[in-house]
């Protein structure tokens, strides 16, 4: 689940923008019809602006042995979209006082073999991929064992590690491992499983009714399975087939198109997180130490943007906060324009042949409603 991140790879635009106040999505809807055939797996798509669903459409099937169709309410694992989910649950334990971003992780771990290591990284570093934590989880060597590793036996591999890859701070390496562990501290501060807690912090007070989390196998009912090509035909690729699905603070949240838009609303409404921990969240992380040429680009777990936009006449900027997913067979986006209140969602049940051309062709729609100006 690591991911190139640079925006413009996903929203390159071309120079000019067309002045065409067409509100229709017509464009995006035959791509994606042409991409999910109504008999094999698909996905569902949500464009949201202000208070008004503009854009709502679902494809394909959720299960090739049943054959139930997609709707906007199926649910679908959201892979690493999961993380901000895990993200803001630390930070309403900051928010309530039971941690500070700027704890060792010595604190809430005493058994790293290497003391100096949980001694120098912080939880904002785990929050913001620079924790230089090495990945070395054998996982192609122990297939059978990780299929059912929990976020607990996913994060012991981690307290093994001789040295870090890099100073802490100094530069972004994407983790998986680091929501493992992010999701071990709210439970160790909270007593009751991680799943429970975002459960009753952020799903309830949200309306994400229908969401869960998973909490040793994945949900067996009202969930699309997750699909791969394999040898020319659909095989299953999820809980079972697909290994560290179950390792769920890194990717184990499942929830619609619909539910997610909820999501969005009480994050901007602080619903259960305050305007001040919300913000520092989707800024940029810019830690003292920071040694690459690229200027950071990631928050607390969202990933932040900005793609500049011309055409004849103006110049303007537009800044995206979003996450990607992918996990067995599902792929996930979940783009933000906040000071344009856009909110674009994507869920699918297999791997679409290019995602970023679903990504830019909503982007380009956007921009003929002038909608980034």
Not at 104 to 127: G, P, T
Not at 138 to 159: G, R
Not at 306 to 311: C, H, K, P, T
Request: overall charge negative; proline content about 4%.
């Amino acid at each position: 689940m690591k991911y190139s991140i640079v925006l413009a790879i996903c929203l390159l635009m071309t120079a000019c923008v067309t002045k065409n106040r067409g509100d229709t999505f017509n464009e995006l809807d035959s791509m994606l019809s042409a991409e999910f055939l109504p008999d094999l797996p698909g996905g569902s798509v949500l464009v949201k602006k202000g208070e008004r669903i503009v854009f709502l459409r679902s494809y394909g099937v959720a299960d090739l042995e049943t054959k139930e169709k997609i709707t906007e309410n199926t649910l679908f694992n959201l892979g690493s979209v999961s993380k901000t989910f895990v993200s803001n649950g630390i930070l309403i334990l900051k928010e309530q006082g039971l941690l500070s971003l700027e704890d060792s992780i010595s604190q809430y771990f005493d058994d790293f073999k290497n003391e100096d290591i949980a001694n120098s990284v912080r939880i904002k570093h785990l929050l913001s991929h620079t924790s230089g934590l090495p990945d070395i989880r054998n996982v192609s060597d122990n297939f059978e064992f990780f299929l059912t590793a929990k976020d607990e036996e996913n994060f012991a591999p981690i307290k093994e590690a001789d040295s870090l890859d890099f100073a802490p701070g100094e530069r972004y390496e994407y983790s998986n491992p680091a929501f493992n562990g992010l999701a071990l501290i709210i439970e160790k501060l909270t007593g009751e499983p991680w799943q429970k807690f975002i459960t009753d912090s952020i799903f309830m007070p949200s309306g994400m009714v229908s969401s869960r989390i998973t909490n040793g196998p994945y949900p067996q009912d009202g969930v699309a399975h997750g699909y791969s090509m394999k040898d020319g035909k659909y095989s299953e690729d999820d809980y079972g087939e697909y290994p560290t699905f179950a390792a769920a603070g890194n990717g184990g949240v499942w929830s619609s198109v619909t539910e997610l838009a909820a999501y969005e609303r009480a994050i901007q409404q602080n619903i259960f997180l305050g305007k001040v921990l919300t913000d520092e969240s989707r800024s940029v992380y810019y830690p003292k130490n920071w040694a690459e040429s690229m200027d950071p680009f990631i928050g607390y777990s969202w990933f932040i943007g900005e793609e500049r936009f011309l055409d004849e006449e103006n110049s303007f900027g537009v800044r995206f906060i979003y996450h990607l997913g992918d996990q067995g067979g599902f792929r996930a986006f979940y783009i933000v324009i906040p000071e344009k209140d856009i909110l674009y969602v994507g869920l699918f049940n297999r791997p679409p042949e290019d995602i970023d051309s679903i990504i830019k062709k909503g982007i380009s729609l956007f921009l003929k409603n002038n909608w980034l100006e």
